[in-house]
């Protein structure tokens, strides 16, 4: 049996084929990973404004081109990079909130659904590492953006703040929609602020809270902004 017909009967020839595009696919998944990370970087410092095609691929070590390959147009980029961890913080959200009112039923409370809400992202900001700092900052930002701020955190965000206004609205039937929003509107507020770490609460507080203090944020959070939420009821 000669060795074309050998690598016929066995396949050899396209399992060479898999492997070769295997590696080929894990390339390219880890050269736009690196694009994305770079603008992830950039964009949390200089705004979408601030930032270049141009520079986010010399960021990354690769030719202009390449990005413009992946992500055609900067708009494509900024995107590209919201969206990556949106999905991910969003999943551990509703896992996390769905867990919670399983787990509890008839004894859930408004803090423990904020703090289900609230923990996936702030555990990702303490301890998923420099990117998901940048990440977090580049949520800040976008936050307070007024031309297209709200539409694109409406864009990736709105269905896990829709998810927890629902809870909400069980936990307290009497809570007026309007109060449940603004309520939601200062938490939002709040968080990203916290996020972005800005140090301005250290040099406030003469040193007796950091910006970055992770425990006292997970500690302080849920608790301030339940008990807002039930004041807001308590006014209706």
């Not at 039937?173 to 770490?197: C, K, M, N, Q, V």
């Amino acid at each position: 049996m000669d060795a074309k017909t050998r690598d016929t009967l066995t396949g050899a020839p396209q399992m060479q084929r898999r492997v070769g595009r295997r590696r080929k696919d894990e390339a390219s998944a880890s050269l736009k990973d690196r694009i994305l990370d770079a603008g992830e970087n950039l964009f949390s410092r200089n705004g979408y404004h601030g930032v270049t095609v141009r520079a986010v691929a010399e960021a990354a070590g690769v030719d202009p081109a390449l990005a413009h390959y992946y992500f055609r147009t900067k708009d494509g980029l900024f995107a590209a990079v919201f969206e990556r961890r949106a999905a991910i913080v969003n999943q551990a959200r509703m896992t996390s909130m769905d867990g919670y009112e399983a787990a509890s039923g008839k004894r859930a409370t408004a803090e423990g659904l904020i703090d289900a809400f609230l923990g996936p992202a702030i555990e990702l900001w303490a301890r998923g590492g420099p990117q998901w700092k940048a990440y977090f900052r580049l949520v800040a930002l976008v936050n307070n953006t007024p031309q297209w701020g709200g539409a694109t955190m409406g864009k990736y965000f709105d269905p896990v703040i829709q998810r927890l206004i629902t809870g909400l609205r069980r936990l307290m039937p009497a809570a007026r929609d309007a109060d449940l929003y603004w309520s939601y509107h200062f938490l939002s507020g709040a968080l990203t602020l916290t996020f972005a770490e800005t140090g301005r609460l250290d040099k406030l507080s003469g040193g007796k809270a950091r910006s970055g203090d992770y425990a006292a944020v997970r500690k302080r959070m849920a608790r301030f902004f339940a008990a807002g939420f039930a004041a807001m009821l308590a006014t209706a």
